[in-house]
Nanobody, 122 residues
């Protein structure tokens, strides 16, 4: 089995910064994409940023230039550095990863973390 565990959420004032981390553990053979999504109350879950195994990144327009995604392949970890936070960034942030397990190395399945709350006060 695979687990994704996020950390680093919290309460911050507008203009502040937070760094989220997500560690994948279990019988992992390979991880393709890793990323972050978020869901605000009453809204659908939306993509924040993704990073491929080769390092290419993709960002939502709303966070481009303020957030930076990075990964440590050796540690199966993905990070999200969030700067200049705004009240509209308030949401539960979910880690995501496409993972192939050791007993089925040719198939990648999507896995999600449990979410971490980020609250930005005005």
């Amino acid at each position: 089995q695979v687990q994704l565990v996020e950390s680093g959420g919290g309460l911050v004032q507008a203009g502040g910064s937070l760094r989220l981390s997500c560690v994948a553990s279990g019988s992992i053979f390979s991880i393709a994409y890793m990323g972050w999504y978020r869901q605000a109350p009453g809204k659908q879950r939306e993509l924040v940023a993704t990073i491929a195994s080769g390092g290419s990144t993709n960002y939502a327009d709303s966070v481009n230039g303020r957030f930076t995604i990075a990964r440590d392949t050796a540690k199966n970890t993905v990070y999200l550095q969030m700067n200049n936070l705004k009240p509209e960034d308030t949401a539960v942030y979910y880690c995501y990863a496409d993972i192939a397990m050791v007993h089925n190395t040719r198939v990648f399945y999507p896995y999600w973390g449990q979410g971490t709350q980020v609250t930005v006060s005005a």
